[in-house]
């Protein structure tokens, strides 16, 4: 999260030529390895070095682009640091290494704030409509989500958000302080446009980021974008372009308080009990669970059952946002990422003949797809904080009225790590190298 600028003797030539892969992405785990593969020598000291740079659209090879990915988890944590750590020592790849950790902290944290995102979403209409009523509001958040503003590079980066579902990081941090800080627009609505945009968009980084840039996370910490930071980190996407040209002159000069609209109970830590690891009991597990489906939902296509299930389902996509749809290309990568992991769990039980549901289907079809196969029992990866849990809280009432029971699974690495995301980063980040050796991806 910390920047770091880049020295003035960096060879031009070494970063100004970074190569990303084809975009967007196929949503695939194949694809995703292959990324993976890709960029894993990158990721050391050339990241370290590097990864701060937005080198513009088409040019993000400094960094991994692994987002995407990891965001439903067609590759999870443990595939990307094993592979990394291969390839590098842990002080090589600290900086890449804690990236990630960083996505499992916002997680974390999130979890164990269960109110805050379902309270944040209760009051976006409001919000959406009280900036609606308000005439200056309205005409800036209309030129801010159509890239129309008084600030050519800002609405630069909403172009290429919109036509490309992806943002640099440091892209991400100087959007949302123009945003709040320059534009004075609500973080929420900001959050909410980033959400519907980005391939990545993920509930816990997503919102807790926008938090963060705005000073809400850490009290009286906020992100202010400067002109010389941006012409430092971005200088290859300017184009040697004025400050004038940029509109890098606009921007605002100090943060501000922001208020808080968020219920203290919302912001209050919940004690969580963290689900129990699966049991290896082969014998008594069917005696105990019955016949039982794998619903496949997109929080985590990977995820396997210790146990071969009787049958293999998926959850259609969880619309992100209350008051608008998401993006096509977010649309069609989260549908393509759910048929990827359907097929490739129908292929790994097709010897088992299990009966399989293609495509993935909505509440009501799942429920009597599941009452068809005389399912008593259904089984998914834990479902973080988010659209699809809401959605699983209502089927698993549902489903009771039927006799069928759904319980959710933890991976162990979120056993592992979530419960340590309670208070800042660094109380997390000191124990990377505790969790590798777990892990034992630890040298
Ligand atoms: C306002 C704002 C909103 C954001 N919204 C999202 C979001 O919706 N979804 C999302 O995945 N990330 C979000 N991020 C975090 C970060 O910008 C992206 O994860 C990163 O840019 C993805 O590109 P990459 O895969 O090339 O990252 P790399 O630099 O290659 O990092 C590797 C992996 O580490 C994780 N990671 C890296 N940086 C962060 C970070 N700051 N926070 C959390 N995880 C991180 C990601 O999973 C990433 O794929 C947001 C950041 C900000 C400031």
Known sequence: MQQMSLGASEPASSWYEAVQPAWPP?????????????????????YQTHRNSDLGSGRHGHVSLLSPFLRHRLIDENDVLSRVLAEHSQSEAFKFVQEVFWRSYWKGWLEQRRLLWP???????????????????????????????????????????????YLHNHARMWFASIWIFTLKLPWQLGADFFVRHL?????????????????????????????KNIRTCAQARLAGRSDHELGLNKLATATFNLPEHLSAKAL??????????????????????????????????????SQQPQGVVALSASPRSVIASSSRLVSRFTESAIHDGLQRFTRHYAAAGLPCAEPALDDETLVQWLVEHR???????????????????????????????????????????????????????????EFLDIMRLGV
């Not at 030129?143 to 800002?154: D, K, M, R």
């Not at 759904?406 to 124990?431: C, E, I, N, T």
Request: with cysteine; proline share 5%; glycine share 8%.
């Open 268 to 305: 209050q830590k919940t004690e969580i009990r963290w689900p129990a690891p699966e049991t290896a009991d082969v014998t008594g597990y069917r005696e105990n669970h019955g016949r039982t489906a794998l619903l496949l939902t997109e929080e985590d296509l990977s995820w396997m059952p």
């Open 199 to 227: 391939i990545d968009g993920d509930p816990a980084s997503n919102t807790l980021g926008w938090r963060w840039v705005a000073g809400l996370h850490t009290a009286g910490k906020s992100y202010l974008a400067t002109a």
């Open 375 to 433: 399912m008593d029992a259904v089984v998914c990866a834990y479902a973080p904080i988010g659209p699809t849990r809401l959605r699983l809280r209502a089927l698993r009432n549902r489903l009771a009225c039927k006799g069928i029971s759904l319980r959710m699974q933890m991976r162990d690495y979120d056993r592992l790590v979530w419960p340590h995301a309670s208070r800042g980063f660094f109380q997390l980040g000191k124990r990377i190298p």
């Open 119 to 165: 309270e944040y979403q209760q009051q976006l209409p409001r919000i959406f409509q009280r900036a609606t009523q308000n005439r200056r509001e309205s005409n800036d958040y209309t030129a801010a989500v159509n890239g129309a503003t008084h600030i050519p590079v800002f609405n630069e980066w909403c172009e290429e958000l919109i036509r490309t579902g």
């Open 26 to 46: 196929q949503a695939t785990r194949a694809q995703g390895l292959e990324q993976l593969a890709a960029f894993s020598s990158k990721a050391g000291r050339a």
